[in-house]
Structures are given as structure tokens and as C-alpha cells.
């Protein structure tokens, strides 16, 4: 019977939770456990492992390996090598069961930009945008832009990935607000 989703001849899909339309590419692995959900794009060289979830229509370029307990929500995008860990203090010669790894949770519509790393047990935000090669240590809020080593915010951006001010429509015409320290969506402007 043929799958519902795609894998290369030269990619390996061990698990059997993979969601219709996603494609794994070659000298991709996805092992057995693994969730992935309908239409992602798995690139060339990616790995990932049993204890990970993916969400729906969710972009995994080259050479990204997602771990034990991290957990992509929908629409998530990791450029290429963005590095995700789940060890806070690994050791060879100390054996650790994934219930020991720090959860790493990215929410819906966030992007982590080409080479950035993300320190486990973080959390990054809905829609929120990090900079290619950052080294984030703490959590982001949703729809922060935040850059750097160690990484930084440097403001707000747009569900369409535009940089915007609170208050001020966004060239696609979104309206934001912040309140009490969080983005929130006031209308869409239909002009």
C-alpha cells in the first residue's frame, strides 16, 4: 500500500506517525516514534529523533536534527543547520534517559534563522523571529526579533515576518498592541 507522504530513496523513515503530504528527503532519518504532522518538508540530512514532535506544515531545511522533547507547534521554520538541544550538561560518561532532557517547546509560526543555536529548555514564541547564527539562552516572547550571541530583542515582528511597532499597521495590514508585555492582534486593516 502506498504512504501518504514522500521519502527519498536515499532517506529512511522508521516511524509510522508521519502526517499526508510531508516529504523526507535524502540522507534524512526520521526515527521510530517520531511525530510529524501533514505536509513538512524534511531536508537533505536532517535527523529526527523518536521523543521529537513536529507540527503541521512545518520546514525543516539541511542539516537540522530535532531531539528527544523538542516539540515544534504548526508552521515552525528552522533554517539550515539551526542546532536544538535537549542536554543542559551533557557528559559521555554519565547515561541519561530522555526523561532527564530539558523540554524545548517552539510555538506556532516562529522562525530560527540559518546556523542559530537554541539552548534546551527554552521556549520560543508564536511568530516570534530568530536571527540567523544567534545563541538563544532564555525564552522569547511571541513575535519578538531577537539576534545576537547571546541573543538579544531588537522588537516585534509581523505574523508575515515584516519588523513592526505596536500600534502602527504593518505593510500587510496587520495592527498590533502591546499589553502587558505581549503582542496582540487588534484587527486587520482592509484597505
Not at 542539516?63 to 543542559?88: I, K, M, Q, S
Request: charged share 20%; hydrophobic share 35%; proline share 5%.
Amino acid at each position: 500500500m502506498e504512504k501518504p507522504y514522500f521519502v527519498h530513496e536515499k532517506g529512511m523513515c522508521d516511524s509510522d506517525k508521519v502526517g499526508k503530504g510531508t516529504r523526507v528527503w535524502a540522507f534524512a532519518h526520521v526515527m521510530a516514534g517520531a511525530v510529524i504532522g501533514k505536509e513538512c518538508n524534511i531536508g537533505e540530512g536532517c535527523y529526527v529523533e523518536g521523543g521529537a514532535v513536529v507540527g503541521n506544515h512545518c520546514t525543516l531545511k539541511n542539516g537540522v536534527a530535532v531531539w528527544d522533547r523538542v516539540t515544534l507547534e504548526d508552521y515552525v521554520f528552522l533554517g539550515p543547520n539551526a542546532v536544538l538541544t535537549n542536554d543542559y550538561m551533557p557528559r559521555c560518561r554519565v547515561k541519561k534517559s530522555p526523561d532527564d532532557f530539558l523540554p524545548t517547546l517552539l510555538r506556532e509560526g516562529c522562525t530560527i534563522g540559518a546556523n542559530a543555536t537554541i539552548v534546551c529548555g527554552i521556549t520560543i514564541g508564536k511568530n516570534a523571529m530568530i536571527g540567523a547564527g544567534s545563541v538563544i539562552t532564555r525564552n522569547v516572547p511571541d513575535h519578538a526579533l531577537v539576534f545576537g550571541n547571546p541573543a538579544r530583542m531588537h522588537g516585534y515582528v509581523c505574523v508575515c515576518g515584516e519588523k513592526m511597532e505596536p500600534g502602527v499597521p504593518c505593510e500587510c495590514g496587520k495592527l498590533y498592541r502591546l499589553q502587558i508585555g505581549k503582542v496582540l492582534e487588534v484587527k486587520t486593516n482592509k484597505a
